[in-house]
């Protein structure tokens, strides 16, 4: 991505799964949101840290890798579901052949990614699969 | 349709009053790997032989919209809107307004809608709109990243989605939900290069078999890279007059019956249910609502498959096939020319290629070309109302309009 404040701006939300809840209808919201979709201008945010756990929507096994990823494929690309509800796009890690739709997951801090071998390197939250 | 309603003042209180529309004017250029040819070579091509083909002069011309992309990306050229207007002749001496639509994939269907509102509402008479994008001065990666920016950079780029991989999630689920089978995939590509076999701008015209498909390979499981489109250079272009004075120009005018248009989360994660997209869903309701037509009136539609399973979902969402049963409509060759409802008899994306902020307009002359009568070996006999589906990333913006020989 090539920029550290783009990056930097959002070190907690990416390390930690800090996200936002309206107090008004309860909907959870990951990343933050600063008008949620339900009450728009009524609505009421207060930042809110996910618990990280959670279960595979639908996933990939992604061959032909994004730039910036081409050290890591084939690699597992899936949309997760979080307990409170928000689902979020991710990397699962781990035993990637065992995954299903369904499997349950949990959020581990991880590298994500560089920018080239001089670069930054991107570091952020994963997912690996845990037992039922 | 849980958590989508209609504007109760969508469409036809402001349709009333405006003008109805026509198209006078349509060419494609050869889709393909032009390496000899510009962005400016092609668009001009398009540009001036949809101006001949209405018979309108340079000098009637009152709005040019252009769909592009990406041209900062694939060419580092950003205004291209004047640049099309000088190169095609018309800044120096007439001026002409010329403005650049974007919405990623559906750039080419959102310059179309805007061409169609600005002479709907009076203010213009003779538009052009076009599209066209230049995507092989650039290697295949760097063309990838760029269209990768059509998604969530930081929420879905940054963990490591590729487009096929988006796509590959739609697919996984729709798999898991409705037992779509990846055969039933590699149909929608068997068909579409037996439908680009028969047009001459089509950037592959070899047929295929499943089995090259399912052997191909694997770029983000369950698709291979012949369940994806390819990067093409092309352009297109189609010239737009009012209804009553279309037949000044032409003995053989197509009319708009419906423009729409309509969005939704730009992250694929987001979205209500993953396996449709909803964007479709709102737009074609809009679409049939005011042409007053239902999807059993449409005898031929292009659709957006950008990877097999949008195809798929898009036969599904627009009411051609119900939900989970796109699928097997292909494989029993209901969407084939000669079946019930011909998808994609241009080739599609897959076949005649898909030069991003093109193909919504070449979409739309391929079906103004059907409806004329002129597509020749893959012509869809009496075809008399044709729909175009032009889609933005995985379904964040969706445009549709509706075309028919009768006024």
Not at chain 1, 57 to 74: C, D, K, N, R, W
Not at chain 2, 63 to 92: C, K, P, T, V, W
Not at chain 2, 261 to 285: E, F, G, N, P, Y
């Amino acid at each position: 991505m090539s920029s550290v404040p783009r990056f930097w701006r959002n070190i907690g939300v990416r390390y930690n799964l800090e996200g936002t809840r309206c107090k008004e209808c309860g909907e959870y919201f990951y990343p933050p949101r600063n008008v949620c979709v339900n009450c728009r201008r009524m609505g009421e945010l207060e930042p809110y840290k996910f618990k990280g756990t959670g279960e595979i929507v639908s996933y990939t096994l992604i061959h032909t890798p994004a730039e910036g990823f081409e050290g890591q494929a084939p690699y597992a690309l899936a949309i997760i579901k979080l307990d409170e509800g928000p689902r979020l796009t991710s990397q699962v890690i781990g035993d990637i052949d065992k995954i299903q739709i369904g499997t349950r997951v949990k959020s581990v801090f991880r590298k994500l990614g560089e920018d080239g071998e001089r670069g930054m390197i991107y570091y952020g939250t994963k997912f690996v699969p845990v037992d039922a | 349709m849980p958590g989508i309603k209609a504007r109760s003042d969508w469409p036809e209180n402001g349709v009333n009053i405006m003008r109805d529309v026509a198209i006078i004017g349509v060419k494609n250029t050869k889709f393909g790997e032009l390496w000899e040819r510009s962005l400016r070579d092609i668009v001009v091509e398009a540009g001036i032989g949809a101006i001949q083909d209405s018979g309108v002069s340079g000098k009637d011309i009152d709005a040019l919209y252009i769909g592009n992309m990406s041209g900062g990306r694939f060419i580092e050229q950003e205004h291209i809107g004047a640049l099309i207007a000088d190169y095609s002749g018309l800044s120096r001496n007439l001026h002409v307004p010329a403005t650049r639509v974007e919405a990623a994939c559906a750039s080419g269907g959102l310059a179309l809608r805007q061409a169609i509102m600005s002479v709907a509402s009076g203010y213009s008479d003779i538009v052009v709109a076009a599209g066209a994008e230049k995507m092989t001065d650039v290697g295949s990666e760097e063309a990838s990243s760029a269209l990768a920016a059509a998604a969530d950079r930081e929420w879905e780029g940054m963990a490591g989605a590729t487009f096929p991989g988006l796509y590959a999630m739609i697919a996984k689920l729709h798999m898991h939900r409705y037992g779509t089978t990846s055969e039933q995939l590699a149909e929608v590509a068997v068909k579409n290069h037996k439908n680009g076999c028969l047009n001459p701008i089509a950037q592959y015209k070899h047929a295929i078999t499943v089995d090259d498909v399912l052997n191909s390979i694997m770029v983000a499981d369950p698709l291979h890279i012949f369940d994806c489109s390819p990067i093409t250079d092309g352009a297109s272009a189609l010239v737009l007059a009012p209804a009553e004075i279309a037949h000044k120009y032409t003995d053989t005018p197509i009319y708009i019956k419906a423009t729409a248009q309509a969005s939704d989360t730009i992250a694929l994660h987001d979205r209500r249910d993953i396996t449709t997209l909803d964007a479709t869903v709102m737009a074609a309701k809009r679409a049939y609502s005011m042409a007053k037509l239902a999807p059993k009136d449409i005898d031929l539609v292009e659709v957006h498959d950008c990877f097999t399973i949008a195809e798929i979902c898009a036969i599904e969402d627009l009411g051609f096939a119900e939900k989970g049963k796109g699928g097997i409509v292909t494989e029993n060759g209901e969407t084939a020319i000669g079946g019930r409802i011909p998808v994609n008899t241009s080739g599609g994306l897959k076949a005649c290629g898909h030069p991003v902020g093109a193909t919504g307009i070449k979409q739309a002359v391929e079906i103004v070309t059907q409806l004329r009568g002129d597509a020749g070996k893959r012509q869809v006999e009496g075809a008399e109302y044709g729909m175009t589906h032009n889609v933005g990333g995985s379904g964040a913006t969706a445009v549709i309009h509706i075309f028919s020989r009768e006024r």
